[in-house]
């Protein structure tokens, strides 16, 4: 479940990293919570972490909505949520898959096949009339690819939403909140 | 230990060990296998005539008690009439467990019988809620659901038991503490203060020459009464409690202004404003309190108490934020204070402070214009005769409109646990549940309802349940033919047009449909009847009574601020406006 609309910059959004125990309805609890209190949720991706006791939620939130710390202490209510880490876009690394079926005639395929190895992405499928590529990378990236094939006509796109980790550099990357468990 | 029993007969035998000696419910389909062993248990069990007097009766326990009330309940619609208490106790943070049936596993989804998606459906009314996919798992969830239900912030849990868990044949393990906790990694809720903050709250309090104690109901579900006293006394500070607060400080103590608020007297809501320090202890800047926000207490700096993090700057940022159990904090807050005070510092002078405030309670007592001859009965001189002739230690529920506040203005709180009322969702019949579970906790009080006429006809139905189970509760309904508090908001902000809300003076009769109900009925005409009244229904003890108020349905609460303004602009009782300007 994902809905990525275009960003380039993002000052407004916010990446919550949410490891919560796996265990059936916990994303009906999440995104109920974003829903009933009127906060936005960007992107969101989820899946079983190393420890299969445990998922990972990737939440890229509009912090327009609500203040970011709001959204966090709320989150820890949740009995299921185990932790939250904020990451800094500047100190994380960030990646999202989308795929695209374009229209296009066999005389023109060859313009998307070479757009498509500029960016370093798949040819997954091709017809006489269409051809589905893939791209995996930092979420700009495909912004700008979703951007140019947008020329061509696009016939139906699938973007994931964002995961991320942070960066293996230097000291603290994430900022874990410590404001204790809620209660 | 190996033991086999039914999921069932674990779920009884889990209760039991969780020390539950009452549950509320009614029996239907799904939950039919859990009444079976019930029949051998020393639990007592209410049968309620309605699901939501069930839950209401539940809370009602828990708010006399501080132990979580226990409703139990069919599937389907059972669990859709549990909604309204579980929000109920949802917003005014009572520990309560709500078990309901379920479809067998194998029908969940297929809108089988008496299906709905009751975790589903309850997920933002509740603490937490959980559907048991086994019969294994029911003493763990049982464990967690209390521990989760009364620790932190306290609040309703679901427990949702599909049919065949049940019926089916389950090893005995009652977990430990430590399996418990383990099984909820993600919940370690935080009660003792940070040292730090406590002692920059402590030096804020020391240096504040316009101090006032902000004390909501936290307070009561941290039993931190007394310990509050200890502090208000030491540092010799106003105190307010708030509609959920009420008896968390005696009224008749010179520190108490009583309640602030929408409703609130004159000098509480006048006294924040006017704060250089607010100490808020377990209160949530509620709408009805805070008016509107922008212009709430804008001279004040904020110590806020409180052990959900999420209330810490929710509504108004603090200056000093303590996450923790009210209790806990006030105790080394006061410990605090009295080391600086004996390492020599003083407190800042708060006398001219003081002055200024019992100043305000001079001009601006509680008021109403009293019973004219000949005239109708005036509801508040009712609450007045209703609180001189109680009993000492008489608990008063109430429910939801003018009755409410009348209740709350009128009444004298004095001890802690008197009060029990539907504050953050103003539910309309809470007060003869509530009143029933209150009583059956604590049969050796007199436990007093007061009652709109319009809120009676939601739930009255319990008196039957009171009846046949000997349970004597007195209901004073004060009847002004009119869903009050609505018809006085048309009455000033809608130009006297009164749109559906007028019930009527004669239908029901009250009193004909309390004796329907097996209770003493009493009808109030006039205020010599009203002594009279109250004192025969106290004399009454083996069974409930309803006494009805015929009240003057014109009367107004005041003070009031209306919605969408801010405090200074409380309105007064029409015979105080004109010294408003002592309020400046
Ligand atoms: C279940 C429910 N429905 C509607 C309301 C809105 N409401 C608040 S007070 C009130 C009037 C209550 O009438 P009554 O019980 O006669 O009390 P009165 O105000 O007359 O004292 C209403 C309709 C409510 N609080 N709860
Ligand atoms: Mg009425």
Same mark, same amino acid.
Request: glycine residues 8%; proline residues 6%; contains cysteine.
């Given at each position: 479940?994902?809905?990525?609309?275009?960003?380039?910059?993002?000052?407004?959004?916010?990446?919550?990293?949410?490891?919560?125990?796996?265990?059936?309805?916990?994303?009906?609890?999440?995104?109920?919570?974003?829903?009933?209190? #009127?906060?936005?949720?960007?992107?969101?991706?989820?899946?079983?972490?190393?420890?299969?006791?445990?998922?990972?939620?990737?939440?890229?939130?509009?912090?327009?909505?609500?203040?970011?710390?709001?959204?966090?202490?709320?989150?820890?209510?949740?009995?299921?949520?185990?932790?939250?880490?904020?990451?800094?876009?500047?100190?994380?690394?960030?990646?999202?898959?989308?795929?695209?079926?374009?229209?296009?005639?066999?005389?023109?395929?060859?313009?998307?096949?070479?757009?498509?190895?500029?960016?370093? +992405?798949?040819?997954?499928?091709? +017809?006489?009339?269409?051809?589905?590529?893939?791209?995996?990378?930092?979420?700009?990236?495909?912004?700008?690819?979703?951007?140019?094939?947008? #020329?061509?006509?696009?016939?139906?796109?699938? $973007?994931?939403? $964002?995961?991320?980790?942070?960066?293996?550099?230097?000291?603290?990357?994430?900022?874990?909140?410590?404001?204790?468990?809620?209660? | 230990?190996?033991?086999?029993?039914?999921?069932?007969?674990?779920?009884?035998?889990? *209760?039991?060990?969780? @020390?539950?000696?009452?549950?509320f419910?009614?029996?239907?389909?799904?939950?039919?296998?859990? /009444?079976?062993?019930?029949?051998?248990?020393?639990?007592?069990?209410i049968l309620v005539r309605?699901?939501?007097g069930?839950?209401h009766m &539940?809370?009602g /326990? &828990?708010?006399?008690?501080?132990?979580?009330?226990?409703?139990?309940?069919?599937?389907?619609?059972?669990?859709?009439?549990?909604?309204?208490?579980?929000?109920?106790?949802?917003?005014?943070?009572?520990?309560?467990?709500?078990?309901?049936?379920?479809?067998?596993?194998?029908?969940?989804?297929?809108?089988?019988?008496?299906?709905? !998606?009751?975790?589903?459906?309850?997920?933002?009314?509740?603490?937490?809620?959980?559907?048991?996919?086994?019969?294994?798992?029911?003493?763990?969830?049982?464990?967690? &659901?209390?521990?989760?239900?009364?620790?932190?912030?306290?609040?309703? %849990?679901?427990?949702?038991?599909?049919? !065949?868990? *049940?019926?089916?044949?389950?090893?005995?393990?009652?977990?430990?503490?430590?399996?418990?906790?383990?099984?909820?990694?993600?919940?370690?809720?935080?009660? =003792?203060?940070?040292?730090?903050?406590?002692?920059?709250?402590?030096?804020?309090? *020391?240096?504040? =020459?316009?101090?006032?104690?902000?004390?909501?109901?936290?307070?009561?579900?941290?039993? &931190?009464?007394?310990?509050?006293?200890?502090?208000?006394?030491?540092?010799?500070?106003?105190?307010?409690?708030?509609?959920?607060?009420?008896?968390?400080?005696?009224?008749?103590?010179?520190?108490?202004?009583?309640?602030?608020?929408?409703?609130? @007297?004159?000098?509480?809501?006048?006294?924040?404003?006017?704060?250089?320090?607010?100490?808020?202890?377990?209160?949530?800047?509620?709408?009805?309190?805070?008016?509107?926000?922008?212009?709430?207490?804008?001279?004040?700096?904020?110590?806020?108490?409180?052990?959900?993090?999420?209330?810490?700057? =929710?509504?108004?940022?603090?200056? %000093?934020?303590? %996450?923790?159990?009210?209790?806990?904090?006030?105790?080394?807050?006061?410990?605090?204070?009295?080391?600086?005070?004996?390492?020599?510092?003083?407190?800042?002078?708060?006398?001219?402070?003081?002055?200024?405030?019992?100043?305000?309670?001079?001009?601006?007592?509680?008021?109403?214009?009293?019973?004219?001859?000949?005239?109708?009965?005036?509801?508040?001189?009712?609450?007045?005769?209703?609180?001189?002739?109680?009993?000492?230690?008489?608990?008063?529920c109430?429910?939801?409109?003018?009755?409410?506040?009348?209740?709350?203005?009128?009444?004298?709180?004095?001890?802690?646990?008197?009060?029990?009322?539907?504050?953050?969702?103003?539910?309309?019949?809470?007060s003869i549940p509530a009143a029933i579970g209150a009583k059956v906790?604590?049969p050796?009080?007199?436990v007093?309802a007061?009652?709109?006429?319009?809120?009676?006809?939601?739930t009255a139905q319990e008196l039957v349940t009171a009846s046949v189970e000997r349970i004597p509760i007195k209901v004073? %309904?004060?009847?002004?033919?009119?869903?009050?508090?609505?018809?006085?908001?048309?009455?000033?902000? /809608?130009?006297?047009?009164?749109?559906?809300?007028?019930?009527?003076?004669?239908?029901?009769?009250?009193? =004909?449909?309390a004796?329907?109900m097996g209770c003493v009925?009493?009808?109030?005409?006039?205020?010599?009847?009203?002594?009279?009244?109250?004192? *025969?229904?106290?004399?009454?003890?083996d069974r409930s009574v309803v006494?009805?108020?015929?009240?003057?349905?014109?009367?107004?609460?005041?003070?009031?601020?209306?919605?969408?303004?801010?405090?200074?602009?409380?309105?007064?009782?029409?015979?105080?406006?004109?010294?408003?300007?002592?309020?400046?």
């Amino acid at each position: 479940m994902s809905m990525t609309p275009n960003t380039t910059s993002m000052p407004s959004h916010h990446i919550l990293s949410v490891l919560v125990q796996n265990r059936a309805g916990v994303l009906a609890r999440v995104s109920s919570l974003f829903a009933r209190r #009127g906060y936005n949720i960007f992107s969101l991706a989820v899946a079983p972490t190393e420890d299969p006791d445990f998922s990972r939620i990737t939440i890229v939130v509009d912090v327009e909505s609500a203040p970011l710390e709001q959204i966090v202490k709320q989150l820890f209510k949740l009995i299921d949520v185990v932790k939250i880490s904020e990451l800094d876009p500047r100190r994380s690394v960030e990646r999202e898959l989308m795929m695209a079926t374009v229209r296009v005639a066999s005389e023109d395929r060859g313009q998307v096949v070479e757009l498509a190895n500029i960016f370093e +992405g798949k040819i997954l499928a091709v +017809g006489t009339e269409a051809i589905t590529v893939s791209l995996e990378g930092s979420p700009d990236k495909l912004d700008d690819f979703e951007e140019l094939l947008r #020329g061509y006509g696009i016939v139906e796109l699938q $973007r994931t939403g $964002r995961v991320a980790l942070p960066k293996l550099d230097k000291e603290a990357r994430t900022r874990p909140h410590k404001n204790g468990k809620a209660s | 230990m190996t033991e086999q029993i039914t999921g069932a007969q674990a779920l009884i035998r889990a *209760l039991e060990l969780e @020390n539950v000696d009452t549950i509320f419910g009614l029996p239907g389909g799904c939950i039919l296998p859990a /009444y079976d062993p019930l029949l051998d248990s020393h639990i007592r069990h209410i049968l309620v005539r309605h699901e939501q007097g069930a839950g209401h009766m &539940a809370e009602g /326990y &828990a708010h006399v008690t501080g132990r979580p009330g226990v409703a139990l309940v069919t599937s389907g619609p059972a669990a859709t009439n549990m909604v309204t208490p579980l929000c109920d106790a949802y917003m005014d943070s009572i520990p309560m467990i709500c078990i309901t049936g379920q479809v067998p596993t194998s029908a969940i989804g297929t809108d089988a019988f008496q299906e709905c !998606d009751t975790v589903g459906i309850t997920r933002s009314v509740t603490k937490h809620n959980e559907l048991v996919m086994s019969a294994d798992e029911i003493p763990l969830i049982v464990r967690q &659901a209390f521990h989760i239900a009364t620790t932190g912030r306290p609040g309703p %849990v679901l427990i949702d038991v599909p049919k !065949d868990c *049940l019926q089916n044949m389950m090893t005995w393990h009652w977990p430990t503490d430590e399996e418990v906790l383990e099984s909820l990694p993600g919940y370690r809720p935080n009660t =003792k203060g940070h040292s730090r903050m406590i002692k920059e709250a402590a030096r804020l309090i *020391l240096d504040s =020459k316009q101090p006032v104690l902000y004390v909501g109901g936290g307070v009561l579900k941290a039993r &931190a009464a007394d310990t509050l006293r200890e502090l208000a006394e030491l540092i010799n500070t106003p105190v307010v409690t708030t509609l959920m607060a009420r008896g968390a400080f005696p009224d008749s103590h010179p520190l108490c202004l009583g309640m602030p608020g929408m409703h609130g @007297n004159a000098t509480a809501i006048t006294a924040m404003q006017k704060s250089d320090l607010l100490i808020n202890l377990g209160a949530r800047f509620d709408d009805r309190i805070t008016g509107k926000v922008s212009t709430f207490a804008p001279d004040a700096k904020i110590i806020h108490v409180d052990i959900d993090p999420a209330e810490q700057g =929710k509504v108004r940022r603090p200056d %000093v934020p303590i %996450v923790g159990d009210c209790r806990l904090v006030i105790e080394e807050l006061v410990k605090t204070i009295k080391e600086m005070l004996a390492n020599g510092e003083v407190q800042a002078d708060i006398s001219a402070w003081k002055s200024r405030v019992s100043g305000w309670q001079e001009q601006f007592p509680m008021y109403y214009s009293p019973n004219e001859p000949g005239e109708a009965l005036k509801p508040q001189f009712c609450l007045e005769k209703l609180h001189e002739l109680a009993p000492a230690g008489t608990i008063l529920c109430s429910g939801v409109g003018q009755h409410q506040m009348f209740s709350s203005q009128f009444w004298k709180f004095e001890e802690p646990y008197t009060w029990v009322n539907s504050g953050g969702l103003g539910t309309m019949g809470f007060s003869i549940p509530a009143a029933i579970g209150a009583k059956v906790a604590r049969p050796d009080r007199t436990v007093w309802a007061v009652d709109g006429d319009g809120c009676f006809q939601m739930t009255a139905q319990e008196l039957v349940t009171a009846s046949v189970e000997r349970i004597p509760i007195k209901v004073a %309904v004060l009847n002004n033919s009119y869903l009050g508090m609505v018809r006085q908001w048309q009455e000033m902000f /809608y130009d006297e047009r009164y749109s559906e809300v007028y019930l009527s003076p004669e239908l029901p009769d009250f009193v =004909k449909w309390a004796e329907a109900m097996g209770c003493v009925g009493i009808r109030v005409e006039s205020p010599e009847e009203v002594e009279p009244a109250i004192a *025969l229904a106290n004399s009454i003890n083996d069974r409930s009574v309803v006494v009805e108020f015929r009240v003057d349905a014109g009367e107004k609460v005041f003070p009031m601020v209306p919605a969408g303004f801010g405090n200074d602009d409380v309105l007064l009782h029409p015979n105080q406006n004109d010294r408003r300007e002592f309020l400046r």
